[in-house]
């Protein structure tokens, strides 16, 4: 896991602020409303073995105000995307160490 590409996709390209965390060993917390995401490097990956379809696999959900918007910007970083296979208004990307991420539209 290379913290910088999780720094840059977290704050940069999902627009997520980051919080000071007290703790030695690497990682970064990021604030989203009341909740927070820990992101923390470990030795191993969850992701060797995903399902193809991104929706069936472990995922964390944002809702964003457009999809489409959000769907270029992604593009634009050449970052993976796969459309939700309900046919609502969402996708699914991967951050740069395979983990899911859901966007959908409210």
């Known amino acids: 896991m290379d913290i910088l590409l999780f720094l840059h996709f977290y704050g940069k390209v999902l627009g997520i602020a980051k919080i000071d965390r007290s703790l030695k060993y690497p990682g970064a917390w ?6 927070q ?4 490097v470990a030795p191993s990956s969850p992701t060797d073995e995903q399902n193809e ?17 959000a769907k270029q910007e992604l593009l634009d970083r ?7 296979a309900s ?18 539209q409210q």
Do not use: M
């Open 78 to 84: 050449n970052y993976p995307i796969q459309a939700s």
């Open 30 to 35: 990021y604030q989203v409303g009341n909740y």
């Open 53 to 69: 379809k991104w929706g069936r696999n472990p995922h964390v959900a944002f809702c964003v105000a457009n999809l489409d918007i």
């Open 87 to 104: 046919g609502r208004p969402a996708l699914f990307t991967q951050d740069p160490d395979g983990n899911i991420i859901e966007l959908s």
């Open 37 to 40: 995401i820990h992101l923390i």
